[in-house]
Nanobody
């Protein structure tokens, strides 16, 4: 059974930093893209950043220059380094992994971790 477990969320003051981690287990096949999404209360879930198996990255405009996504393929782990955090970054952050098994790609999600930016 594929599981994604996030960690690293919490309460931080504006201008502060947090590092999120997400470990995938129970993998059969290969993980292609991994990424982070977030969902604020009353809002739709939105892409924050994604990274391919070869390291290609994509960021939402709102986080460019502040957030950095990285991954350790050997550990099936994706990270999100968040710097210069703003109150509008407050949300539940979800990691995802796209798993290729045979000819089928399926997306899996973590349970989410709360990030609150407030003074």
């Amino acid at each position: 059974q594929v599981q994604l477990v996030e960690s690293g969320g919490g309460l931080v003051q504006p201008g502060g930093s947090l590092r999120l981690s997400c470990v995938a287990s129970g993998i059969i096949g290969s993980i292609t893209a991994m990424g982070w999404y977030r969902q604020a209360p009353g809002e739709q879930r939105e892409l924050v950043a994604s990274i391919t198996s070869r390291g290609g990255t994509n960021y939402a405009d709102s986080v460019k220059g502040r957030f950095t996504i990285s991954r350790d393929n050997a550990k099936n782990t994706v990270y999100l380094q968040m710097n210069s955090l703003k109150p509008e970054d407050t949300a539940v952050y979800y990691c995802n992994a796209d798993l290729l098994s045979g000819s089928i790609t399926r997306r899996y999600w973590g349970q989410g971790t709360q990030v609150t930016v407030s003074s």
